[in-house]
Structures are given as structure tokens and as C-alpha cells.
């Protein structure tokens, strides 16, 4: 009955690699996002889709990519991997209504070798 | 701009005493809400406690509690009673009415002594 799950969990590669992390949720909410979690654990917000609709692109490398062939489920690739890349990488949804707050996935601990 | 200010980094609190979180925010909106989130070591991001910034009266869940001070934009996190499992990385947020973007302050470290 998990509300939001990213997969995979843990993700280590060689620089310069493509990868994935996959999300997908089962509240029924029609909004989802993608953060970066640094080091230092700032959050950072990388994206936000509403709807399959992509309304926040902050300033973020183009190798980030975000895809969201659902409302459920918004997909994060990234190409050409380099070594600033390494963090926690969490995806999370909410409704519609500024009183409902952000669920969270696991997240996804991406490591750079 | 939106911006979210915790102003402690870290912070220590004796088992089962009272210790208090301070955040600050900035925005020129009216209709906003108001979060903390808790992050424990396992890395999940768990709803501790949220305010509507058109209540006066502060939200209370259990041991956790929020003095929020709308004209000082000042929103602080208060745990009674603490607990060897509140250690964990705190963050206040905030999200205005008209929209879908969450803003995170940097965080504080709870770290509570047994």
C-alpha cells in the first residue's frame, strides 16, 4: 500500500552513464515533483508536473530530463552523468489545495564512481 | 521572493525535555500554509505538522505544537517531552494557496540525549 515509490532505491554508476528513476504514486494526486538532496540536505526542487503538464523547471542541466506518461507516474533520466550528480534524488505528489501536503518517496541515493 | 530561514542548523534537546525549532519565512502572499516535515535517519520525509496562515489558533499533533506569528512571518516547531526517535533532520515549508511549489528552509539537526 506504498503511497509513493521510486525505484531503485540505491543507484551507483560510472560517470558519463544514462540512468533512470522511475515514480509512481497511488494517492490519486495530480501533481508530482522531483528534489535534489545534496550533501548538506538542502532541498532543492529540480521539477513539477500537474496533470502530465510540466509547470516548475528551475534551473537545472539539460541532462536532467523529467518524462510524466501519467498523472501517477513522473520518470527522471539523466544523461551523461558526472560526479556533482551525487545525491538523493526524491520524488514526491500532492493535490490540488494548498492545505494538502507533499508525499514523499524513499528516495533514491544516486552515487557517481 | 520566497524564501524559508531556519536559522539553526543543529540543535540538542535532553531526553524528555521541551526544545523549539525556529523558521522564519518571507512572502508578499496572504492565503498560505504552512509545514514541518521530520527526516530520521532513514531518509523518509514524514508530515510532522501543518498550519493554515488564516488561523490564529497554533496547530497541535500530540507532543509536537507550532507558535506561528503571522506578522513576524515566524513559524516555530515545539516538541514536548522529547523522545530518543524525534532525532532526525527537521524542515519547515510553505506553499501558497494559488500554487503547486513547495519552499523548504535548509534544515535543522535534532539530535536528542538520552
Known amino acids: 500500500d506504498t503511497a509513493v515509490s521510486q525505484t531503485p532505491k540505491y543507484l551507483v554508476t560510472q560517470m558519463g552513464n544514462d540512468k533512470s528513476i522511475k515514480c509512481e504514486q497511488n494517492?490519486?494526486?495530480?501533481?508530482m515533483y522531483w528534489y535534489k538532496q545534496d550533501s548538506k540536505k538542502f532541498l532543492k526542487i529540480m521539477f513539477s508536473y500537474n496533470n502530465k503538464e510540466l509547470i516548475i523547471n528551475e534551473t537545472v542541466p539539460n541532462r536532467f530530463s523529467p518524462k510524466s506518461p501519467d498523472k501517477a507516474h513522473l520518470n527522471l533520466h539523466i544523461n551523461s552523468l558526472e560526479l556533482g550528480d551525487s545525491a538523493v534524488y526524491f520524488c514526491?505528489?500532492?493535490?490540488?489545495?494548498?492545505?494538502?501536503?507533499?508525499?514523499f518517496g524513499d528516495g533514491t541515493r544516486l552515487s557517481i564512481l | 521572493a520566497q524564501t524559508v530561514t531556519q536559522s539553526q542548523p543543529e540543535m540538542s534537546v535532553q531526553e524528555a525535555e521541551t526544545v523549539t525549532l525556529s523558521c522564519t519565512y518571507d512572502?508578499?502572499?496572504?492565503?498560505?500554509?504552512l509545514f514541518w516535515y521530520k527526516q530520521p535517519p532513514s531518509r523518509q520525509m514524514i508530515l510532522v505538522i501543518r498550519?493554515?496562515?488564516?488561523?490564529?489558533q497554533n496547530a497541535t499533533e500530540n507532543r509536537f505544537s507550532v507558535n506561528f506569528q503571522k506578522a513576524a512571518k515566524s513559524f516555530s516547531l515545539k516538541i514536548s517531552d522529547s523522545q530518543l526517535g524525534d532525532a532526525a533532520m527537521y524542515f519547515c515549508a510553505y506553499r501558497i494557496n494559488a500554487g503547486n511549489q513547495f519552499y523548504f528552509g535548509t534544515g535543522t539537526s535534532l539530535t536528542v540525549i538520552p
Open positions: 498550519q493554515e496562515a488564516y488561523k490564529q
Open positions: 494517492l490519486g494526486h495530480d501533481t
Open positions: 514526491a505528489s500532492s493535490q490540488q489545495g494548498a492545505f494538502q501536503p507533499q508525499h
Open positions: 512572502t508578499s502572499e496572504s492565503d498560505y500554509y
